[in-house]
């Protein structure tokens, strides 16, 4: 099982490029979650699913678009990249117990 | 506001030096308090899930533990592979509005020594 996979593992964009960060998992976690991770903030939490066809805003929404067509993937779209936008993207599901399994991480610079 | 915070930032230790790694939270309604570990460059992995006060989780070397206010992970003889950032996150009951959301601490980065 290779759990909760994230591609590309790097990224460079220039100010106001659109782009996809790609996310999968083959656990059948229902819930699945983007989060952010910067220097001294913690991990914020972007968007989460309940489920295919089900999104909702976390902390930090604002410049980000999800869908949710399948249970396996969660695709994260940002719309016109700014360089507040730089930080490292993790995807994760969540677990029947509440505990959530991370994939490896997308890093990010928008230049 | 709900607030998790852990202490200290950063922890030297030399191998076989137990300590212990803090994290007080500010939250009502809390549903459950998780410990995760994470490595540079990777994504964080789920260690420990505390649900009441009193309740205690071991794994090897660490030993997770949990009051109203705070949460503590001890670690016992440490080993230089214990060498990590330790997050600790807080999720809040359903009923409270928090079923689906995790709010992290900024984490303790462990370093262990020879």
Not at chain 1, 15 to 38: I, K, P, V
Not at chain 1, 42 to 59: F, K, M, N, P, W
Not at chain 1, 64 to 74: A, K, L
Request: charged fraction near 20%; proline fraction near 5%.
């Amino acid at each position: 099982n290779a759990g909760v996979t994230q591609t590309p593992k790097f990224q460079v964009l220039k100010t106001g490029q659109s782009m996809t960060l790609q996310c999968a998992q083959d656990m059948n976690h229902e819930y699945m979650s983007w989060y952010r991770q910067d220097p001294g903030m913690g991990l914020r939490l972007i968007h989460y699913s309940v489920g295919a066809g089900i999104t909702d805003q976390g902390e930090v929404p604002n410049g980000y678009n999800v869908s949710r067509s399948t249970t396996e993937d969660f695709p994260l779209r940002l719309l016109s990249a700014a360089p507040s936008q730089t930080s490292v993207y993790f995807c994760a599901t969540r677990g029947g117990h509440y505990e959530q399994y991370f994939g490896p991480g997308t890093r990010l610079t928008v230049t | 506001e709900d607030q998790v915070t852990q202490s200290p930032e950063a922890l030297r230790l030399q191998e076989g030096e137990s300590s212990s790694l803090n994290c007080s939270y500010t939250v009502s309604g809390l549903r459950g308090l998780f410990w995760y570990r994470q490595d540079p460059g990777k994504g964080p992995e789920f260690l420990f899930t505390l649900y009441s006060a009193g309740e205690e989780k071991e794994k090897e070397r660490l030993k997770a533990t949990l009051t109203k206010k705070e949460s503590f992970l001890h670690i016992t003889a440490p080993k230089p592979e214990d060498s990590a950032t330790y997050l600790c996150a807080v999720q809040l009951g359903i009923l409270t509005g928090g079923g689906n959301k995790l709010t992290f601490g900024t984490g303790t980065q462990l370093k262990v020594e020879l």
